[in-house]
């Protein structure tokens, strides 16, 4: 599965990492996204970052790798507006959220930065390997169709 990485992906993976890091260093954006549900505002940024993940895993598999820039500036814009689509008692029927997330919201947010801001090296690094899995693990439940 693994290769090794030729010097422009090492190049990429710098660029990119840091256009990540700077777009959460930003702080607490307004949210862009809103149909007044905000579990499904939420349910569906995280299908854009499930895209997006997978367009990078074919882009690298394609040897495009210029490519993946429009899908690195989509992660780290959707990333911005993961805590603020986890408001206090969001939590419905529909949601798969685990309580958790607000018991250890200092955690939550921390996993939030830090995670999406490697999602894109990592899955770089590795792309058979999905790296958003750790926090679906301890605040997730499981999904019930999956
Ligand atoms: C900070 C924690 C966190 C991070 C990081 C995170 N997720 Fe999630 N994700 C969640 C939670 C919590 C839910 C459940 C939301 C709900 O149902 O209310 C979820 C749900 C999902 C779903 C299901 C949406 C649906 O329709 O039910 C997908 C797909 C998903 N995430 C993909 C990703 C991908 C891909 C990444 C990495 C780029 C990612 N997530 C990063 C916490 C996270």
């Known amino acids: 599965m693994?290769?090794?990485?030729p010097l422009h992906l090492s190049i990429m993976i710098i660029?990119?990492?840091?256009?990540?890091?700077?777009?959460c260093t930003t702080g607490s954006a307004p949210r862009m996204v809103g149909t007044g549900d905000v579990v499904a505002?939420?349910?569906?940024v995280m299908k854009?970052?499930?895209?997006?993940?997978?367009?990078?895993?074919?882009k690298i598999k394609a040897d495009n790798i210029e490519?993946?820039?429009t899908n690195a500036?989509?992660?780290?814009?959707?990333?911005m507006q993961i805590t603020s689509l986890f408001p206090e008692g969001s939590l419905t029927d529909k949601s798969n959220a685990k309580p958790e997330i607000w018991v250890r919201w200092?955690?939550?947010e921390a996993t939030a930065k830090n995670k999406d801001q490697k999602a894109v090296a990592d899955v770089l690094k590795d792309y058979g390997r999905a790296t958003c899995v750790?926090?679906?693990?301890?605040?997730r439940k499981p999904l019930p169709r999956s």
Do not use: K, P, W
């Not at 854009?48 to 074919?58: A, F, H, R, S, Y």
């Not at 500036?73 to 990333?79: N, P």
């Open 15 to 23: 660029v990119l990492v840091a256009a990540t890091a700077t777009a």
């Open 73 to 79: 500036e989509v992660l780290a814009i959707t990333s």
């Open 48 to 58: 854009l970052q499930g895209e997006q993940m997978t367009d990078i895993q074919n």
């Open 67 to 69: 490519g993946i820039a």
């Open 2 to 5: 693994l290769r090794q990485a």
């Open 106 to 108: 200092g955690e939550f």
């Open 41 to 44: 505002d939420r349910q569906r």
């Open 134 to 139: 750790s926090c679906h693990d301890t605040f």
